[in-house]
C-alpha cells in the first residue's frame, strides 16, 4: 500500500524483485506482470503472499463465482486478476501513484469479456472512504499489506468500512516482525479471526477475519 523501500533480502529473491517482469500460471492461463521497483518499490513487484493467496484460492476450489470482492493494496494485480479469472467480480485499489501500473496489467491480462468485471480503482486506507459503499463486498482480499505500523489505524478502519456481517476478510502475509503481530491482536479486537493456511516454504500465513462470532464459509 505505501510507496516506500523495502529489503527482502539478497540472492535470487532480490534479482526476482528487480525483474521487469514476472511470469505466472493460475485459472489455466498465463499471467506476465510489469514490475517497476525502482519507479514504485514495494507497490510495484509481486510478493510471495500475493502468490499463496491464488494458490489457495484456486486449491480450495473456493466459488467466486459473480462474488462482490475488494483487494487493498493491489500492488501489480496478480490476485485481483486471479480472481476475477476465477469469476468474481472485483474492486482493485491502490494509492494513486501506483494505478497506472496496475491498470496496465489488468488489462493485459484479462481477455475483453472479463475486463468489465475488474475495476481498477484508487484507495488510501483511512481517506475518502465515503466513495465505496459500507458493507458492499463478499469478499476482502489483501496479500503483504501489513508492515507499516502508523498504517494500522487506518487499514483497520477500512476494513471495518467496507465489512458486512456477512463479509470474510482473507489475509495472506509473512509475520517479519512484533509489529506484525501487534496488527493481528488489533485485528482480533475487532473481528473473529482464524488462520486458515500455512505455507511452510515461503512461511506465509493467510488469515480469515469476520466481524462478531459469525463463521460464513467463502
Known sequence: MALVPYEEGGGWTARQLH???ATFHFA??????QQDWRRLGVAAVVWDAAVVLCAYLE??????????VIELGAGTGLLGIVVTLLGARVTIT??????ELLESNVQAN????????AVVKEL????DLDNFSPGAFDLILGA???YLEETFAELLQTLEHLCSERTVILLSCRIRYERDLKFLRMLRERFSVSEVHYDSS???HIYKAQRGSRKDDL
Open 19 to 21: 525483474s521487469p517482469w
Open 28 to 33: 489455466s492461463r498465463t499471467i506476465r506482470l
Open 59 to 68: 486449491m480450495e476450489g473456493i466459488d467466486l463465482r459473480d462474488r462482490s
Open 94 to 99: 491502490d494509492r494513486a501513484a501506483a494505478l
Open 110 to 117: 484479462l481477455p475483453p469479456e472479463l475486463r468489465p468485471r
Open 124 to 127: 488510501t486506507w483511512g481517506k
Open 144 to 146: 503483504d499489506i501489513v
Open 202 to 204: 515461503k512461511d506465509v
